[in-house]
T-cell receptor
Framework: QKEVEQDPGPLSVPEGAIVSLNCTYS??????FMWYRQYSRKGPELLMY????GNKEDGRFTAQVDKSSKYISLFIRDSQPSDSATYLCAMPAANNLFFGTGTRLTVIP | NAGVMQNPRHLVRRRGQEARLRCSPMKGHSHVYWYRQLPEEGLKFMVY????????ESGMPKERFSAEFPKEGPSILRIQQVVRGDSAAYFC????????????????FGAGSRLTVL
């Protein structure tokens, strides 16, 4: 079983839609939950991260963690074409950062 | 602040040649990580280094791959006798000691080096 599972998509939505991206994980020791965004041919950049369970909001982005279900989500409100990218969830443990495979999102104008 | 700098951005090698990928961490960062990304796969951890020390190389293939982070100069990922399966994007990331110690371990990534083996 992989440490982190993520539906690779691809996901296409019209501009203005609400996007929901999700990951599940198996290691109950994970305490931090991160979302990275990766544009084509670029390196991943950190969008936001949360500690333990709950919600965190940053502009149009909301990260949600449900530790009881080992399930995390990233919501994007009022999606824009500039949000088109691959979104990767990641969880640190020891010296490693465990990544999901990434979900490729396209926002259509 | 130039961020994490990787070079070369693109590298083409023939089977059996050597590939050397370089990474300069962000200013103030003393921890360097190397990840490999294959098409349709996530980022896979390879190695974690601090200056002059390999801290964790559990993700490195046992043969042909090596990494170093000397006291002076960039970190280098070296792949000897490359094979077609080594074709991938190799990303370097860095973090500060504070970030690593906090448990959050926020990594800043470079733009990657794309290796193509013919």
């Amino acid at each position: 079983q992989k440490e982190v599972e993520q539906d690779p998509g691809p996901l296409s939505v019209p501009e203005g839609a609400i996007v929901s991206l999700n990951c599940t994980y198996s290691n109950s020791a994970f305490q931090y939950f991160m979302w990275y965004r990766q544009y084509s041919r670029k390196g991943p950049e950190l969008l936001m991260y949360t500690y333990s369970s709950g919600n965190k909001e940053d502009g149009r982005f909301t990260a949600q963690v449900d530790k009881s279900s080992k399930y995390i989500s990233l919501f994007i409100r009022d999606s824009q074409p500039s949000d088109s990218a691959t979104y990767l969830c990641a969880m640190p443990a020891a010296n490693n950062l465990f990544f999901g495979t990434g979900t490729r999102l396209t926002v259509i104008p | 602040n130039a961020g994490v700098m990787q070079n070369p951005r693109h590298l083409v090698r023939r089977r059996g040649q050597e590939a050397r990928l370089r990474c300069s961490p962000m200013k103030g960062h003393s921890h360097v990580y190397w990840y490999r990304q294959l098409p349709e796969e996530g980022l896979k951890f390879m190695v974690y280094l601090q200056k002059e020390n390999i801290i964790d190389e559990s993700g490195m293939p046992k043969e042909r791959f090596s990494a170093e982070f000397p006291k002076e100069g960039p970190s280098i990922l070296r792949i000897q006798q490359v094979v077609r399966g080594d074709s991938a994007a190799y990303f370097c990331a860095s973090s500060s000691a504070l970030s690593t110690g906090s448990g959050a371990n926020v990594l800043t990534f470079g733009a990657g080096s794309r290796l193509t083996v013919l």
